[in-house]
Structure formats: structure tokens, C-alpha cells
């Protein structure tokens, strides 16, 4: 699964023809189907994929939409073709993406009390707000892992010393962090592809977690239940994504916020604040 879909790291490289039609396989579309959807005849379509006709830059971009391609692998498509790529990917640190930054630190700050994280398309927590590191400092404190995964939400969740040996409901939790992977996976993400390989190799994980499938929450809502000693938080937490991204760095982010599941933790993060 894992080498199906590292695109672009992998395949980037290669022709056009042949990342056209990698990516109708992953979305299993028929060349007809596929020349339905982006309005272009079937005989043409079946001419880029023998590389017996090279496309446009208007064709690449309308066959990246029609396959709802992640920005990062239009890009890729359109650097097989032979052209610029059309979206920026330079980093959350971009100058031109000053204003968003500042649009970030608003929404973590006003969760205070409560933690909040910005998290890049590898899980990586590019920022926090002070809450997330009062509330789990102590367990952060704890991890006893490789410094480049201890800011890793997926590795920390995952790793047996990282935040994983404090999570009381672990199998619950981890199992459903582990489909969100396989979604991510899914659309078309390499690097999901390679974290789901990687946070898959730790002891302890179920074969079956290694195929999507759905699973049955025993609640409303997933609830991530930490103790460390007699410090005990229960949360629950939803995602942001930026609407209408062109930056490709953008659509990858994500925004996490974390709300108490119970009162005692909304007591002890207002307590912590103070």
C-alpha cells in the first residue's frame, strides 16, 4: 500500500503517461469513466497514457481535478509533464503566508484553556498553544523516544514510550487514529503512506489494523483518556482544515482542538491556567 501510493517522492519523476495512469488505477476508474469526468475524449485520454500524445498545461490541470488529486500531487503531475508546478508548497514559514500564522495563533489562543495544536500533512505539531504544554507536560516529560518522532501526534500515539503507555483506553483510541491514516491514505496521500508503514512497525499493533475498516465507537465521540500516576484528563478534540486552500502546504494542515470529556478536566485545566 505503502509504495502505491508515495507518489511523490517516487514517481514524480517519471512520465506523465505513466503517473496518469497510476493515479486512475488508485481512484479505479475505467479510461472511459475517467474521460467522462474531465469531458475529453476516451481516445485521447488512452493517447496520454501510451505517451502517444503530450498534454497541455490545461489538460494536466483539468485530469488532476478530475481525478481530485491532493495539491501536492498536482503539482507532481504537472512537474511529469514538464511544467512549473501551479502551487506554492514552501513551508508554513513563507513570507507570503504571514497572515495565515497570525490567523493560527488566534485560534489557538482563544482555546485557552484548553489545548491546541497545528499539525503538517506528517502529524508533525508545527505550533501549540500554552495550554497543550501545561496540561501534558507531564507526560511529555515521560516520553523515552527518538527526538524527531517525540513531536509526531501519530508516532507519540503509537511509540510504547512515547504517549501511547499513558492513554488508558489505548486500543479504542489507537484503533481509530489508525483509520484516519488509512483514509488519508486513501485520497491519495504518499506521505500518509509512509506514516501508516512507520507507526505500523511498533510492537503490539494488530495485524487487522493494517486494512481500513470501519469501527464501532463506543460513544458519541472518541475520547482520548490520559493518567500519569493520580494526574487523570479525559478529552475529546475536533479537526480545522483551511477551506478553498491553493497553497498546498495549507491543505495539509490541520487544526486540532482538545475539549474536556468530563468536569473534573475542565477543573484542572482551569486550575493550571491560573
Known sequence: MGTQNSVSQDTAIGPFSSLLKHWRGVRRLTQVELAGDANVSARHLCFLETGRAQPSREM???????????LEERNALH?????????????????NLQHVRQALDFILRQQEPYPGIVIDGRWDVRIRNEASRRLLKPFHDAYDMEPEFADNAMHTVFHPKGLRQFIVNWDEFAGQMIQILHREVAQGGGIAAQLL???????????????PRHVAG??????????KDDFRLAFFSTFTTFAMPTDATLQKL??????????????KARELAL
Open 254 to 267: 490541520k487544526i486540532e482542538c482538545f475539549y474536556p470529556a468530563d468536569d473534573a478536566t475542565a477543573e
Open 197 to 211: 508503514a512507520e507507526v505500523m512497525a511498533y510492537p503490539g499493533l494488530p495485524a487487522e489494523w493494517r486494512l
Open 218 to 227: 463506543s460513544s458519541p465521540v472518541m475520547t482520548m483518556r490520559l493518567q
Open 60 to 70: 494536466v490541470q483539468l485530469l488532476g481535478t478530475a481525478l481530485d488529486l491532493p
Open 79 to 95: 512537474v511529469a509533464a514538464g511544467f512549473v508546478p501551479p502551487y506554492g508548497d514552501s513551508g508554513l514559514a513563507a513570507d
